[in-house]
C-alpha cells in the first residue's frame, strides 16, 4: 500500500471498523461476545439487528462504542414505513447510526423518486443518529449506483454503504472509488461484505472508505505490525 495507508496504526485502523453480527440465529450469548470484542479492541462500533439494539445499547453504555442498527434488512422490500418506524424504534432503543437498505426493486423499475422520499423519511425518523444508505452495489449498474449515491446527499443521510453482505456480491475498490467520486467529502462510505484480510480493509480506505463493515475485524487487526 502507498501513503499514509499503510501506515495506519492498530487502534486508527481499529476506530474504523464497525464490528459485525448479523446471522438470524445469532444468540444472546454471541451479542454479548460481539460487544465485549468491540470494546476490548476499541472498534467504532456493532452492527446488529434490531432485535439486539436495546441490550448492545445496555451493554455498551459509557464505553465509547456505537450501536448501528440494521433496518429494512438484508432485502430492502420492506415498506417505507415499516423502515421509518424501525428506525425510530431503534433510535428510542439506543441505536447512536442507521444503516437501511434501500427499495432495489423500485429504483430498477424506474421509481427512483420513491426510493429518495423512502431515505429522507429514514433520515427524518433517526434524527440525530445518521444513517448510513445501503446500495446492495453487486445488483446495480454505475448509472443506478451514481443516482443512489445523489439522492443520498438530497435525502440529508451520512453515509452511503456498499452492500449488506447477504447479496451475491460484497465491496470491491471499484465501487468505492465510484462512489468517492459522487460525493466527494459530503457523505461517508461504509464498506461491506466479503472484507476478510487487512489487505482488502487497507485498499478499500486507500480508495476512499471511511468505515469498515465486516465480522472479521479482529482478524483484520490482528494483522496490523506492531
Known sequence: ????????????????????????????????????????????????????VSFCARRLEGTGVGVDACVGFPLGATTAHVKTEEAREAVRNGATEIDMVINIGALKSGYAPFVEKEIAAVV???????????????CLTDEEKTAVCEMSIRAGAAFVKTSTGFAQGGATVEDVALMRGVVGGRLGIKAAGGIRCLADALALVEAGATVIGTSAGIAIIGEVPE
Open 124 to 138: 427524518q425518523a433517526a434524527g440525530a443518529a445518521g444513517v448510513k444508505v445501503i446500495l446492495e452495489t453487486s
Open 1 to 52: 500500500m502507498k501513503g499514509t495507508i499503510a501506515m495506519l496504526q492498530h487502534a486508527e485502523l481499529a476506530r474504523k471498523i464497525d464490528h459485525t453480527l448479523l446471522r438470524a440465529h445469532a444468540t444472546q450469548g454471541e451479542i454479548a461476545l460481539l460487544c465485549d470484542e468491540a470494546v476490548k479492541n476499541g472498534f467504532r462500533s456493532v452492527s446488529i439487528n434490531p432485535a439486539w
